[in-house]
């Protein structure tokens, strides 16, 4: 399992929680960043039978092994059925799993979590581990947890079985039930510094490494997957008519862009308009300085009240952007919404 190097201060503040272990553990900091393989590296080391001084797995055991080759018999991950065959949720290599796969299904694969899924614990929390250690139960994105589910695994948190340990993942937690929250202990796991990834991302060979790592805001294994896709057409589209605004652009582009994941469409464009608010208040650009041309220039003219209603409306709309009527016609909106503030002061 992996701990990345801007990790190490973290995995050591985790450790002091190993004599008193709470029931639930949530993981909490932005997409990108490592923490489903954190979490994973942790699970390992809770079910280790030969634990290491410096709290990580020994990588050789008999519970190693089967951790390793996804067939535990203590463990178990929930996330939605859209992950099972993809990366991680932060983007990283999947972690170690269940041994069953979920059969094809001609209709799209599910991205919630749903209550099925949390039922489906209760065998496996109710018979005796096979190890005489501890049952670990990975859940990830926590913000995936439709309203039936979050219930379930609410009254799971209220009486904890014994023995059982909860590892959560978020990658927002303002967009968890506040009762669900009251039951775990929280843990931040924080962007790295900029240096840090820079030399990381720099190590596994990708070029142009500052600009992908500026573009993902900092987050340097979305950087990494990003860079190695091998294209920013996607992304150069929808920078290209921000940086240009006009309602015959917004409509002749939605139905290119409807087919690019929503979310990444929002955080795209999040992160424009905090470009372009702060080169407008302090002429400078943290995310995308590829465009420090045409920001400035937009910057010149936008009006400052008119900016912070986008950027409000970008906020609102990254709350849906995984459940929309139709994929065209929020990019239609999201785009003319953006047009109309950008009209010139």
Same mark, same amino acid.
């Given at each position: ?38 979490? !994973? ?16 797995? &020994?990588?050789? &055991? ?19 059925? #859209? ?25 799209? +694969?599910?991205?919630?979590?749903? /209550? ?22 990975? $859940? ?27 590892? $959560?993942?978020?990658?927002? /937690? ?20 900029? #240096?840090?990834?820079? !030399? ?12 992908? $790592? ?39 582009? #939605? ?42 220039? $937009? ?44 009209? +010139?002061?």
């Amino acid at each position: 399992m992996t701990i990345y190097p801007w990790q190490q201060a973290s995995w050591d503040a985790l450790q002091t929680m190993r004599e008193r272990l709470p029931h639930a553990i949530l993981f909490h900091g932005p997409a990108g960043i490592g923490k489903a393989d954190f979490i !994973a590296s942790f699970a390992q080391a809770l079910l280790c039978e030969n634990v290491r001084a410096d709290g990580r797995a &020994c990588e050789t &055991c008999a519970s190693c092994g089967w951790f390793v080759q996804h067939n535990h018999p203590d463990y178990r991950r929930v996330r939605p059925e #859209a992950l099972e065959d993809e990366p991680g949720a932060d983007g990283e290599a999947a972690e170690a799993g269940e041994g069953d796969k979920k059969s094809k299904s001609t209709k799209a +694969p599910s991205k919630e979590i749903k /209550i099925e899924q949390i039922r489906a614990l209760a065998d496996f929390m109710n018979i005796s581990t096979h190890r005489q250690g501890l049952r670990v139960v990975v $859940l990830y994105p926590a913000e995936a947890l439709n309203m039936p589910a979050s219930n379930a695994l609410l009254k799971t948190l209220e009486e904890p079985p014994p023995g059982t340990v909860f590892l $959560l993942a978020s990658n927002g /937690i303002d967009r968890l039930l506040p009762t669900i929250l009251s039951r775990c202990r929280k843990f931040a796991l924080p962007t790295p510094d900029h #240096a840090a990834a820079l !030399a990381w991302l720099q190590t596994q060979g990708v070029q142009d490494a500052d600009s992908w $790592l500026r573009e993902e805001g900092g987050a340097p294994l979305a950087a990494l997957a990003q860079s190695q896709g091998g294209s920013r057409e996607e992304l150069d589209t929808l920078l290209g008519f921000l940086a240009r605004p006009n309602v015959e652009g917004a409509l002749r582009q #939605a139905d290119k862009l409807s087919k690019t994941p929503l979310a990444a469409l929002v955080s795209w464009q999040q992160r424009w308009l905090y470009d372009l608010l702060a080169c407008k208040l302090a002429g400078t650009v943290r995310y995308y300085p590829r465009y420090q041309k045409e920001l400035a220039a $937009l910057a010149g003219n936008v009006h400052t009240a008119n900016l912070l209603r986008a950027i409000k409306s970008a906020n609102e709309r990254r709350a849906t952007a995984d459940h929309p009527l139709s994929a065209k016609l929020f990019v239609e909106d999201m785009l003319l919404d953006y047009t109309a503030c950008c009209r +010139p002061a």
